[in-house]
C-alpha cells in the first residue's frame, strides 16, 4: 500500500505497476480528473500538482512523470484541494484571480496553470513572511520561472500574467497552500510500509518497485536485479512508459537514500570542491551554482520547468547517457569527476571519459552513480554558458556550448575548455577549438575584425572536433555553423570585459555578422 495525503485527507493506495504514473491514479483510481493530461511529457503542465515531501517546502511537480509510489510519506494537493467548500467564497485567492482577469479560456490548461500560481504564491508568501524585500522586477522573473512549463492552448498568457501579478500584490488574499500540515505519518500514526531497507512497495505485493533507504541496501539491489532501472526524478526514464508505453518490470527507487541527496565541501585530485549526491534536483543544486558559477546557474533557469527542476536529478542527467542533457556539457568544461560505486568496487573518473558512444557509458550492470565532484571555481577563471533552443524556457537544446578559461597577469584568456552537447553522440571537448583559441588574439576573433580566413580556421576546428547529429531540432550543417558562430560571441564579451571602459560592441554588429554568413 501507498499512503499520503490527498487535499489534506489520509489515503491509502494499493500499489500499482511500477510505472504507473501519479497522473494515472488521480483520474483511474482517485475520482480526481481536474489534473489534465496534455503532453505525458512534462512539456505542457496540464497535469502540474502540488507536492510536499517531508522536511521539504512545498513544489509544483508534473504528474505525468512521477511514478505514483514516490507519493508515499507526501502531501499532494490537485486543482480539486485549492479551495475549502465548506468556507465562503468557495474559490481559492488564485482561483478568484483566474476568473477575475479572464484568463481562463478553453480551461483544459487552467487546473496546471492555477496548481502553478498556487505554489508561486505560497512561496512568496513565505519569502514575504520571512523579512525578504522582493520589488516588481523580482517579482516578474518569479512569475517567468513559475508559468514557464505552462503552455496555454488559447494563447491567454496576457491575462494569466496579470493575474499572477494582482494575486502576488495580494489584491486577492493570503496564499491557500501552507507548508506545514498533517504529514502522512501522523495520519496513519505508522511509517510507510516501503520504508524497509530492501524490501519492495506493498509488503511483496508486485515486488517490482523498491525504496531502499541505505547505500548498503541500493546497492544490494542494484547487483541482484541489474534489469531493474534505477530511478529519482524520472523527468527522462517515465517517458519510456507514456511515450513509448514501456511496462518496467522493476524499479529502484534511489530518492530515499541519504548519501545520495547530499552536497559536501570536499577534495580530489588535489582541488578544493563540493561531492554532489546522484539525486541532488536541480533545484537544490542551483544556489551552489549561484553562487560559484552563476552563468551555470542561468543555465538551470533554462534547464526545463520549475516542474522539472523541482524532480529532475543531477545523477539522472548523467546516467540517461543523452546527447541532449544540459548538465555533462557544462560539468565537463568545468573539469568535473564522477563517482561509480558497487558492492565490491569504487572508481572515480573524469566525467569526458565517463561517455563512450550514443547512450553507451563506462558504468557497469552492477554500478550505480554515487555523485559527482566540482572542483571551485580557480582564481581569475570564468565561464560563458550558450544554450541555443527554439523557444527560452522548458525546450531541448539543438545545441550547448560551454567555454571555460582563465586570465593571466595581462588579461589574456588561457588555459581554454570548451565542451559541446547536442552535437553529437556525446558530450566531449572540442581540443581543437581549445588549441585555437589559446594561439589567437581574441580581437581578431570578434565579430568586427573576424575574416574569412580566421572564420574558415574556426569552422574547421569544430569539423575536426564533432561529427554533429542530424535531427528535427537541427541539421549537422546547422550545428556546425552555429558551433563556429558562437566564438565571436565569446571573443567579444572576454574583450568588452578585458577593456570595461570602452562601449560594447552594439548587438546590431552581431547580429549583422551572424546575418552575413
Known amino acids: 500500500m501507498i499512503d499520503f495525503t490527498l487535499n489534506g485527507r489520509a489515503c491509502r493506495l494499493p500499489s500499482p505497476a511500477p510505472g504507473t504514473s501519479v497522473l494515472e491514479v488521480l483520474r483511474t483510481s482517485l475520482g480526481q480528473d481536474g489534473t489534465k493530461e496534455g503532453c505525458a511529457s512534462g512539456d505542457c503542465g496540464a497535469c502540474t500538482i502540488a507536492l510536499q515531501g517531508p522536511g521539504h517546502n512545498v513544489s509544483t511537480a508534473n504528474a505525468c512523470l512521477m511514478p505514483a509510489h514516490q507519493l508515499a510519506g507526501c502531501d499532494l494537493i490537485t486543482v480539486e484541494g485549492l ?46 513572511d520571512q523579512g525578504e524585500v522582493i520589488d516588481a522586477r523580482q517579482r516578474d522573473t518569479m512569475i517567468d520561472h513559475a508559468l514557464g512549463g505552462n503552455l496555454c492552448r488559447c494563447t491567454g498568457y496576457r491575462p494569466i500574467r496579470e493575474a499572477a501579478h494582482r494575486l502576488l ?195 557497469m550492470p552492477d554500478e550505480i552513480i554515487l555523485s559527482v565532484f566540482l572542483p571551485r571555481p580557480l582564481p581569475n577563471q570564468r565561464l560563458a554558458v550558450h544554450k541555443l533552443s527554439k523557444r527560452r524556457d522548458d525546450d531541448i537544446s539543438t545545441l550547448l556550448g560551454v567555454f571555460a578559461w582563465r586570465r593571466d597577469a595581462s588579461g589574456r584568456a588561457q588555459h581554454w575548455r570548451v565542451a559541446f552537447g547536442d552535437m553529437a553522440g556525446v558530450p566531449a571537448r572540442a581540443p581543437h577549438l581549445e588549441a585555437l583559441l589559446t594561439l589567437q588574439a581574441l580581437e581578431s576573433l570578434t565579430p568586427a575584425r573576424l575574416t574569412a580566413q580566421t572564420r574558415q580556421q574556426i569552422e574547421q576546428a569544430v569539423q575536426a572536433d564533432f561529427s554533429p547529429l542530424s535531427d528535427v531540432r537541427g541539421s549537422r550543417e546547422y550545428r556546425l555553423l552555429a558551433a563556429s558562430h558562437l566564438i565571436p560571441r565569446v571573443a567579444q564579451r572576454i574583450l568588452n570585459e578585458r577593456q570595461p571602459t570602452t562601449s560594447l560592441t552594439p548587438l546590431e554588429s552581431l547580429d549583422a555578422y551572424l546575418a552575413q554568413s
Open 83 to 128: 479551495a475549502d467548500a465548506s468556507q465562503a467564497p468557495t474559490l481559492s485567492a488564485v482561483q478568484q484571480a483566474l476568473v477575475s482577469t479572464h484568463a481562463s479560456q478553453c480551461g483544459f490548461c487552467t487546473p496546471g496553470i492555477a496548481m502553478s500560481l498556487a505554489v508561486l504564491h505560497a512561496r512568496h508568501q513565505r519569502q514575504i
Open 169 to 363: 500584490q495580494g489584491e486577492f488574499g493570503p496564499a491557500s497552500l501552507q507548508d506545514a500540515g498533517v504529514t502522512t505519518a501522523e495520519a496513519h500514526d505508522t511509517a510507510p510500509d516501503d520504508e524497509q531497507d530492501t524490501a519492495p512497495d506493498d509488503e511483496q505485493d508486485t515486488g517490482r518497485f523498491y525504496r531502499p533507504v541505505t547505500l548498503q541496501a541500493l546497492l544490494a539491489l542494484r547487483a541482484e536485479r541489474p534489469d531493474a532501472a534505477l530511478i529519482a526524478g524520472g523527468t527522462d526514464l517515465m517517458l519510456e512508459h507514456t511515450q513509448r508505453l514501456r511496462d518496467f518490470p522493476a524499479l529502484i527507487d534511489t530518492t530515499q537514500v541519504a548519501a545520495l541527496g547530499k552536497i559536501e565541501e570536499g577534495e580530489h585530485a588535489g582541488q578544493a570542491g563540493w561531492w554532489i549526491g546522484a539525486a541532488v534536483s536541480y533545484h537544490q543544486l542551483m544556489p551552489l551554482l549561484r553562487e560559484h558559477y552563476p552563468d551555470g546557474a542561468e543555465l538551470l533557469t533554462r534547464l526545463g520547468s520549475e516542474q522539472i527542476r523541482h524532480r529532475g536529478t543531477l545523477g539522472g542527467n548523467i546516467g540517461n547517457a543523452s546527447p541532449i542533457g544540459d548538465m555533462p556539457p557544462l560539468l565537463i568544461a568545468l573539469d568535473a569527476y564522477i563517482q561509480l560505486m558497487s558492492q565490491d568496487n569504487e572508481r572515480i573518473l573524469k566525467l569526458e571519459d565517463y561517455f563512450l558512444d550514443y547512450k553507451r557509458t563506462q558504468l
